[in-house]
């Protein structure tokens, strides 16, 4: 028998727009205070982030270079719960 490491990670799904009441790019990249990739934006600008490993920071969303193409939000989740999705509404800055 072989045995495999494996690390269970919360999905949190967080319905993102801009300060302008945009959408955020499908594809950006989200990344937690440490650096570390938490997910990406998919359709209707939700990201998909189930790297986070702590229970609040703040995420950046990036979607090319140049600080016109990022914008970041602070956020409070969850993190003892892994059974139930959460979902919360953000407005990246």
Request: proline share 2%.
């Amino acid at each position: 028998m072989i045995d495999f490491e494996t690390k269970r990670n919360r999905l949190v799904l967080f319905n993102l727009t801009r300060t302008n009441g945009e959408l955020l790019p499908m594809a950006s990249e989200a990344y937690d205070e440490q650096g570390q990739f938490v997910g990406y934006v998919v359709q209707n600008g939700v990201l998909f982030a189930g790297g986070l490993q702590q229970p609040k920071g703040t995420i950046k969303v990036s979607w090319g270079n140049g600080e016109q193409n990022q914008c970041h939000f602070d956020y409070s989740v969850n993190l003892d719960n892994a059974t139930q999705m959460q979902q919360y509404e953000k407005v990246c800055q």
